[in-house]
């Protein structure tokens, strides 16, 4: 069965799925890639009541009193409020301050924020200003490329980004692409014309 819905994932077949929770479990996946891949099969099957559901169950699972840390909740969270924009509306602010708690993983955070970059432009805190502190205080190479990506989307900090790629010149990093994972390197992922 789990091989199965392995196929659905890698090939973008989310209808097949069916059952959100089946989805759901592959945010827990230690192949990252099938964590990226769960979370966009989520966005795909919450809609509505469910998707609300979901995000708060999401929310739960990244506090310590579930008992059940689920390291890809961000991207799930992340993924049905981009596909249900009215829902996500109430949670934006909570998914935006995720970025400061330092248990969560950031770089699904910051991955996420890029993914729902047309919705959190208006939030508190404001998500511009969380990007740009990330740009200027982190040392985790992945969440500085990633924060680089998303900062474009948001059209803001520029300075920061390139201040940010410039310090990390030459090194190498892989990051999720919305398809596969890639290899870019510093200062060079300024120069990328796509975005996740």
């Known amino acids: 069965m789990r091989d199965k819905l392995k ?3 890698e090939n973008k077949e989310y209808w097949k799925i069916r059952k959100p929770s089946l989805a759901m479990l592959f945010l827990y996946d230690s192949d990252e890639f099938y964590r990226f891949r769960g979370a ?5 099957l919450c ?4 998707a ?9 699972h990244l506090s310590d009193e579930s008992g059940a840390y689920c390291i890809g909740a961000p991207l799930g969270i992340a993924e049905i409020g981009r596909t249900n924009p009215d829902v996500f509306e109430g949670f934006k602010n909570k998914f935006v301050s995720l970025i400061d708690d330092w248990e969560v993983e950031r770089k699904y955070v910051v991955y996420g924020m890029g993914r729902v970059s047309h919705l959190i432009g208006d939030t508190y805190p404001d998500s511009r200003k969380k990007i740009e502190e990330v740009l200027l205080n982190e040392s985790d ?3 500085i490329a990633y924060s680089i990506l998303t900062a474009k989307k948001l059209n803001c900090c520029v300075n ?3 201040e940010a790629a410039k310090k990390l010149e030459g090194v190498k990093v892989k990051i999720y ?17 796509y975005v996740f």
């Not at 966009?40 to 795909?44: K, N, P, T, V």
């Open 160 to 162: 920061s980004c390139i």
């Open 177 to 193: 692409n919305g398809e596969k994972f890639i290899e870019v390197i510093f200062p060079e992922i300024l120069n990328i014309s």
């Open 47 to 50: 809609k509505g009541k469910t």
């Open 141 to 143: 190479c992945e969440v």
């Open 7 to 9: 196929k659905y994932l």
């Open 52 to 60: 609300r559901n979901f995000i708060l169950r999401l929310f739960w």
């Open 40 to 44: 966009e099969a989520l966005g795909y």
